[in-house]
């Protein structure tokens, strides 16, 4: 049973930083393709945010590049999300997705929230 559990999250003043993890079991992170999505409250879509593939090449999208970074640690199967220079437009809850090699199943965590004062 893949289960994946979000942490880091929390309230921050504009301009600081925090750090998400995301410890997963049930697979391992080195062989899943893992990424951070995050959602506004009140609406439907989420936004990927940061991607890091199997071979380690990570993607971000235009609203966190240079921001945001991405990293995993395959020891402790864990992913983590930097996050700096905060916005307030960065408020949401944020989930961890892993999507194992060879499948089409798409495991999410329970989510955490971010929360950013102007």
């Known amino acids: 049973q893949v289960q994946l559990v979000e942490s880091g999250g929390g309230l921050v003043q504009e301009g600081g930083s925090l750090t998400l993890s995301c410890t997963v079991s049930g697979v391992s992170i080195s062989d899943a393709a893992m990424a951070w999505y995050r959602q506004v409250p009140g609406q439907q879509r989420r936004e990927e945010v940061a991607s890091i593939l199997r071979g380690g090449s990570t993607l971000y999208s235009d609203s966190v590049e240079g921001r945001f970074t991405i990293a995993r640690d395959n020891a402790k199967n864990t992913v983590y999300l930097s996050m700096n220079s905060l916005k307030p437009e960065d408020t949401a809850v944020y989930y961890c997705?892993?999507?194992?090699?060879?499948?089409?199943?798409?495991?999410w965590g329970q989510g955490t929230q971010v929360t950013v004062s102007s």
């Open positions: 997705l892993a999507r194992p090699r060879g499948t089409a199943t798409d495991y």
